[in-house]
């Protein structure tokens, strides 16, 4: 088990604007998350999809809107931010020299991770299986599955995953699905960015990012209807 419950809570996105010069990344960015929902951003390469997920975990400035949560804007709440929020970019950030455990305690006490190794997320996660492997000598599943590790250490109750399994295998893929199918049981929400249509089963909302225009979409299995919208 992960060990938390989220109570009832919901989180709005609103109006989020980025600009790159007189490029409009994104354009009044706005929808809402209930907890236990996972929220599927889709759109081509460049999209901004990335963009936005950087916004919403604090690394870029937006040029205007609001990130609420329980009547807190966490785009201006870098404190509150840190603490209901767990963020795996693309890249992986570990330190390739250590080994699993070593970046683990970066995050966890010794006896949270002997715990959670036990019978916990780093469990569910498989991260017992290559504990004591350095970084540099880990496949692309098992260094996704640690960073998802280290970005779950303080229990968030919103998790942002830009692409989680991208070029990973079938098994690989399971254990992060299983994973965060019990973080939403236990009331997380998650906002995932997502080239992967064996990713879309687990979310509860789409949404197409195309020009800097995000719309809900609705997917009914017709991968071809899919590419055309993207």
């Given amino acids: 088990m992960l060990g938390f419950l989220v109570k009832e809570i919901s989180m709005k996105i609103e109006h989020i604007k980025k600009n790159y010069g007189n490029k409009k990344v994104l354009e009044d960015i706005t929808f809402e998350v209930e907890n236990g929902q996972c929220i599927g951003l889709l759109g081509g390469n460049g999209s901004g999809k990335s963009t936005l997920l950087n916004?919403?975990?604090?690394?870029?400035?937006?040029?205007?809107?609001?990130?609420?949560?329980?009547?807190?804007?966490?785009?201006?709440?870098?404190?509150?931010?840190?603490?209901?929020?767990?963020?795996?970019?693309?890249?992986?950030?570990?330190?390739?020299?250590?080994?699993?455990?070593?970046?683990?305690?970066?995050?966890?006490?010794?006896?949270?991770?002997?715990?959670?190794?036990?019978?916990?997320?780093?469990?569910?996660?498989?991260?017992?299986?290559?504990?004591?492997?350095?970084?540099?000598?880990m496949s692309g599943g098992m260094k996704k599955r640690l960073a998802i590790g280290c970005a779950v250490s303080h229990k968030p109750e919103i998790l942002l995953l830009d692409e989680p399994s991208a070029a990973l295998d079938l098994v690989c893929k399971e254990n992060i699905g299983n994973y965060l199918n019990e973080y939403k049981k236990n009331g997380g929400i998650i906002i995932l960015a997502t080239h992967d249509v064996l990713e879309l089963p687990l979310c509860d909302k789409l949404y197409i990012l195309k020009n800097g225009i995000l719309k809900p979409y609705e997917y009914d299995g017709d991968v071809h209807r899919l590419a055309g919208s993207l």
């Avoid at 870029?60 to 990130?67: A, P, W």
């Avoid at 970066?106 to 959670?116: A, H, N, R």
Wanted: charged share 30%; net charge negative.
């Fill in 55 to 137: 916004i919403l975990s604090g690394i870029l400035r937006s040029d205007g809107g609001f990130f609420m949560m329980e009547e807190t804007d966490l785009l201006k709440n870098e404190k509150i931010r840190a603490e209901k929020l767990g963020y795996v970019p693309q890249n992986t950030p570990l330190i390739e020299e250590l080994t699993a455990y070593d970046n683990l305690r970066l995050w966890y006490s010794k006896q949270d991770i002997k715990k959670e190794l036990e019978c916990g997320v780093l469990k569910m996660l498989g991260i017992d299986e290559f504990i004591k492997v350095p970084v540099y000598k």
